[in-house]
Every structure is written in structure tokens, then in C-alpha cells.
């Protein structure tokens, strides 16, 4: 089993310029896709990334 890897954009699926090592946790972190240029929220466990979808937010009708 490795002890570091790269993480992988969820978008385009290439990889970014953040590393992580196999006792690393996030949270809510903010990962940055330089290819696509495309921000995301993600956590990660033990080399397992998921992402964090939060729904969009609605304008209040009267």
C-alpha cells in the first residue's frame, strides 16, 4: 500500500498540486483543479476523498 498519493480533481480527474499521506484527514477542504480551473469542496480519510455537494441556495418567494 502507498503512503502518499496526489489527489485526483473530481471534475476532470487529473491530478492537483495538493499530496496527501495516508494518515491525512480534511474537512471541508477547498481543492483547486489548475487544469479546469474549477474549485471544490472535498474530505479525505485515509486516502478515500469524497465530495461535499451542498445544494444551491434558493431566493426566498413572498
Known sequence: MKDTDWILCPVCKNKTRTRIRKDTMLT???????KCKQETLIN???????????????TQSR
Open 28 to 34: 471541508n477542504f477547498p481543492l483547486y483543479c489548475p
Open 44 to 58: 479525505v480519510k485515509f486516502l478515500e476523498m469524497t465530495v461535499i455537494t451542498e445544494p444551491d441556495a434558493k
